[in-house]
């Protein structure tokens, strides 16, 4: 058990819905990062807050948004979901964006639009 | 941009024998780190073994092994005594001191044979 918690673990929408997935980081850490999994993209990074502000984005697609919360929770909104979508949502958090430290992974959400 | 290149898509080894999965990446910069995240059929992501760039030392944790070669961008992950738990997908990846974001590469699937 990595110490970081996503919910819900499945969710299974219609296209054109909107859903919100949920991240607890790590006990101290104040750093958040979004990934995607899925089978033509591999894993790809979508983006990292850093202690409330937004640090860095990736491959995230405009229908997307995130933020993070005072109590330094996570949540990664998408909406007018497309087949494509369907994938794992990974939420991993650090001590800090600082280079030496490890990012440790939540369980992820499996998301399958249908 | 950097990249990360996993030419291996599958490997296979027998228990208790010794396997070797390869890993090349691209990058101009000289500071960084580098990772092997393993993925088993639950889909959670584990730290398995990091390498920081500027330490000639190869890193190892029990079993686990690298074989880190800067000038070649080459960050090879040898298993040693490979037990059924070890059955997995191994994700090679690297992290910029900018940003923090995580780049992978796209898998090798390990089988371990009884």
């Known amino acids: 058990d990595s110490g970081v918690t996503q919910t819900p673990k499945h969710l299974i929408t219609a296209t054109g819905q909107r859903v919100t997935l949920r991240c607890s980081p790590r006990s101290g850490d104040l750093s958040v990062y979004w990934y995607q999994q899925s089978l033509d993209q591999g894993l790809q990074f979508l983006i990292q807050y850093y202690n409330g502000e937004e640090r860095a984005k990736g491959n995230i697609l405009e229908r997307f948004s995130a933020q993070q919360f005072p109590d330094l929770h996570s949540e990664l909104n998408l909406s007018s979901l497309e087949l494509g979508d369907s994938a794992l949502y990974f939420c991993a958090s650090s001590v800090s964006p600082g280079l030496a430290h490890t990012q440790y992974f939540g369980p992820g959400t499996r998301l399958t639009v249908l | ?114």
Do not use: H
């Not at chain 2, 000289?30 to 030392?57: C, G, N, T």
């Not at chain 2, 944790?61 to 059955?87: C, H, M, T, W």
């Open chain 2, 1 to 114: 941009a950097q990249t990360v290149t996993q030419s291996q898509p599958e490997m296979s080894v027998q228990e208790a024998e010794t396997v070797t999965l390869s890993c090349t990446y691209d990058t101009s910069e000289s500071d960084y780190y580098l990772f092997w995240y393993k993925q088993p059929p639950s889909r959670q992501m584990i730290l398995v073994i990091r390498q920081e760039a500027y330490k000639q030392q190869n890193a190892t944790e029990n079993r686990f092994s690298v074989n880190f070669q800067k000038a070649a961008k080459s960050f090879s992950l040898k298993i040693s005594d490979s037990q059924l738990g070890d059955a997995a997908m191994y994700f090679c990846a690297y992290r910029s001191p900018e940003g923090g974001k995580l780049i992978f590469g796209q898998g090798t699937e390990l089988s371990v044979k009884p």
